[in-house]
Each structure stands twice: as C-alpha cells, then as structure tokens.
C-alpha cells in the first residue's frame, strides 16, 4: 500500500506503542516517535522499513520541541502514561498537564487527528489520583482539539503486559497472592493487538467532535477470577488470601517506598472501583472488532513462568 501519511507518537517506545508500531507499519505510515531515551529505544527502527520509524530525543513539557515532533504530521497519538507518582514524574504534569499542551500545539498546527489514550472507569468521582488526572487530561483535550478520539482501556494484557507478568513474577517467591478488598474488583482485559488495532481504526473516522470509546475484551472478570485464570495457566498453586482495603492501604505506605513500588496508596485507591464499560459509549465492537479472549493469547507468552516452561 502506498501511504505518504506521517504520524507523531509520544510514548511509543511502551508497551502499547511497540505493537501500535507494527500496525502503522504494516499500513506504511512514516512514523515519528517522541522518546526521552532514542538510544535505548533503537530497536523500534527494526519494526519498519529503511528510515519509516524516527525517533526524537524530547522533553514533553518543552513547547518547541513537541512543536518540531508534530510539524508536518497528519496524525498525532498520545500514549504516555505512568501508573505511579516519583519525585520528578507526577500525574497532574504527565496526565494533565502534556495533554493541555499536545492538544493546544495540535489546533494549532493543523493536525487532523489526535488520538489520546486515558483508562477505563475515569467518569465517576474518584480518591484515585491517577483517574482524576486522567479525566482532567481528557478535558483538556476536548476543550482543545475537536476532532480528537479518546480511548479509554481497560487492563491491556499481552506479551511485556505489566498485569499478568507482574502476578506471574510474583508467584515465583510468595506462597500467597493477597486479593484486595477480597479480589472483586471487576475488569474487563482487553489484548493489546486490539486496542492497537483500534487507534488505527479510528484515525479514518470522521468526527468534528471529541469522541470516546469505552475498550473493553469480551468477559468481565473479578480480580480474584484473573488470578484464578492466571495460576491455572502457570501450572501453580497458591493460597488467595482477601485482604481488607484499610489494611492494604496501610501496608502500601511502605510498599511504596521500593525503586519500582509494587503497590501504592492511590492504587488501593483505585482498586475500589470496577474498571468496566458504562455502555454510554461507543465501544471495540463499533469500529467492527471482535475482541480476543484471555484464554487465546495467555497462554502463548505466560508459559514461561511454568515449571519447565514451555514443556511444563
Ligand atoms: N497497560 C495498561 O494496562 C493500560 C490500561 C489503561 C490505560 N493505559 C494507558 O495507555 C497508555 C500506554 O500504556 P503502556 O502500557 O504502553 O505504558 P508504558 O509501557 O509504561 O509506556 C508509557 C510511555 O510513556 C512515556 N513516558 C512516561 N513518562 C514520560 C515522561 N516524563 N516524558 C516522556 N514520556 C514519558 C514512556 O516513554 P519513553 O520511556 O519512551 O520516554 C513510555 O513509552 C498510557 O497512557 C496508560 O496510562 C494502559
């Protein structure tokens, strides 16, 4: 296919970018990607063609530089996200304050489309600071950019998923999985493959409006049912002990304080609430995608936390 479109991704060299990568390819965008690190990220090149995929060296919060990223682009897609706060990367200047900026820069500089990736459940009044972050940065996008798509996903899983890995890494050195708030939580996974495929469904529809969908796979799952899902996959078993939210949020106060935290207070916080689609808005099955199942790709990259791995 002949495609001249070129395409600026922030957050690309993520989880979520480096499939979303490979859709764009296939369809021969030329592809710009914004990253902290270019020299970390080199691998990407290799998704594409000679010189299809560029990566740029950017501070998101300088307004020059995102401007040069964006110059020349018919598409823009924001997939930079944190699910934690640092000393130096906090929600309301990730989650809000990029978007503001992305969104401004994009009306300004005659881009069709941006596509704006937040997360499921962002509606309701939260304690979580990372969905309130998330639906101020969806705001401004739509006082922005009109022509703009959000994508609200539930937990994306897949192979690098941060979900079942992370669980699965667990299992490895702990005789329990402690399920908060008795594991009730519901989540509706939905395959990576699939929310790629839905960004790159969405850049040709026609909108003046901000539009939202709701991404979602094809079952709802309690927390505690995905731990089921996921140790019966790796052949293990272990106790699931319910944990109360009052105490989870007490021991998140020290969990926190470890280089990659395994769980913060505001993520109890956000475990209080279901991460499902409302059906107030448009969904997988409206841009004509069926949504692959846990139980179809799981076990083609969790394998490897078996006993024996492959042949366990
Ligand atoms: N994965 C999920 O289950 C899930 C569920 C719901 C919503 N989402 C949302 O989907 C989006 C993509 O998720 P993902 O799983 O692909 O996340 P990821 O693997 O953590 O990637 C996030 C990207 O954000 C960029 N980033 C973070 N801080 C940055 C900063 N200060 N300056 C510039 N870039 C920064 C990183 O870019 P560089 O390191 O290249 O600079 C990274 O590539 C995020 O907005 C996330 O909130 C994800």
Same mark, same amino acid.
């Given at each position: 296919?002949?495609?001249?479109?070129?395409?600026?991704?922030?957050?690309?060299?993520?989880?979520?970018?480096?499939?979303?990568?490979?859709?764009?390819?296939?369809?021969?965008?030329?592809?710009?990607?914004?990253?902290?690190?270019?020299?970390?990220?080199?691998?990407?090149?290799?998704?594409?063609?000679?010189?299809?995929?560029?990566?740029?060296?950017?501070?998101?919060?300088?307004?020059?530089?995102?401007?040069?990223?964006?110059?020349?682009?018919?598409?823009?897609?924001?997939?930079?996200?944190?699910?934690?706060?640092?000393?130096?990367?906090?929600?309301?200047?990730?989650?809000?304050?990029?978007?503001?900026?992305?969104?401004?820069?994009?009306?300004?500089?005659?881009? &069709? $489309?941006?596509?704006? #990736? /937040?997360?499921?459940?962002?509606?309701? !009044? *939260?304690? %979580?600071?990372?969905? @309130?972050?998330?639906?101020?940065?969806?705001?401004?996008?739509?006082?922005?950019?009109?022509?703009?798509?959000?994508?609200?996903?539930?937990?994306?899983?897949?192979?690098?998923?941060?979900?079942?890995?992370?669980?699965?890494?667990?299992?490895?050195?702990?005789?329990?999985?402690?399920?908060?708030?008795?594991?009730?939580?519901?989540?509706?996974?939905?395959?990576?493959?699939?929310?790629?495929?839905?960004?790159?469904?969405?850049?040709?529809?026609?909108?003046?409006?901000?539009?939202?969908?709701?991404?979602?796979?094809?079952?709802?799952?309690?927390?505690?049912?995905?731990?089921?899902?996921?140790?019966?996959?790796?052949? &293990? $078993?272990?106790?699931? #002990? /319910?944990?109360?939210?009052?105490?989870? !949020? *007490?021991? %998140?106060?020290?969990? @926190?304080?470890?280089?990659?935290?395994?769980?913060?207070?505001?993520?109890?916080?956000?475990?209080?609430?279901?991460?499902?689609?409302?059906?107030?808005?448009?969904?997988?099955?409206?841009?004509?995608?069926?949504?692959?199942?846990?139980?179809?790709?799981?076990?083609?990259?969790?394998?490897?936390?078996?006993?024996?791995?492959?042949?366990?």
């Amino acid at each position: 296919m002949q495609n001249n479109r070129q395409i600026a991704i922030f957050g690309g060299g993520g989880f979520l970018g480096r499939h979303l990568m490979r859709e764009l390819t296939k369809l021969d965008f030329r592809i710009k990607v914004a990253t902290r690190n270019p020299y970390l990220k080199g691998y990407l090149k290799q998704q594409g063609n000679a010189g299809q995929i560029e990566l740029f060296k950017t501070n998101i919060f300088n307004e020059n530089e995102v401007k040069k990223i964006i110059s020349n682009c018919d598409f823009v897609i924001n997939l930079v996200g944190i699910l934690y706060e640092t000393k130096n990367q906090k929600f309301v200047d990730i989650h809000e304050q990029f978007p503001y900026l992305l969104s401004k820069l994009c009306s300004e500089n005659g881009i &069709k $489309k941006l596509v704006h #990736i /937040s997360a499921l459940g962002v509606e309701e !009044k *939260f304690d %979580s600071k990372y969905k @309130q972050s998330k639906l101020n940065g969806e705001k401004n996008i739509k006082d922005n950019f009109k022509p703009s798509i959000i994508m609200r996903p539930s937990i994306v899983f897949g192979p690098e998923d941060k979900f079942f890995n992370t669980f699965a890494s667990l299992v490895q050195i702990s005789p329990i999985l402690p399920l908060i708030g008795g594991g009730k939580t519901k989540f509706s996974p939905i395959y990576v493959g699939d929310v790629a495929e839905a960004i790159v469904k969405s850049l040709s529809l026609n909108n003046s409006q901000p539009k939202i969908y709701e991404l979602g796979g094809p079952e709802v799952y309690s927390f505690k049912e995905l731990m089921e899902i996921l140790l019966t996959e790796i052949k &293990k $078993k272990r106790f699931l #002990i /319910s944990i109360p939210f009052s105490f989870a !949020k *007490f021991q %998140s106060y020290f969990l @926190q304080l470890m280089p990659k935290p395994l769980l913060t207070p505001d993520q109890v916080d956000l475990l209080k609430n279901n991460a499902i689609a409302t059906g107030n808005y448009p969904t997988l099955k409206d841009l004509g995608i069926n949504g692959k199942t846990i139980q179809s790709i799981l076990p083609k990259y969790i394998y490897r936390f078996r006993t024996g791995g492959q042949f366990g």
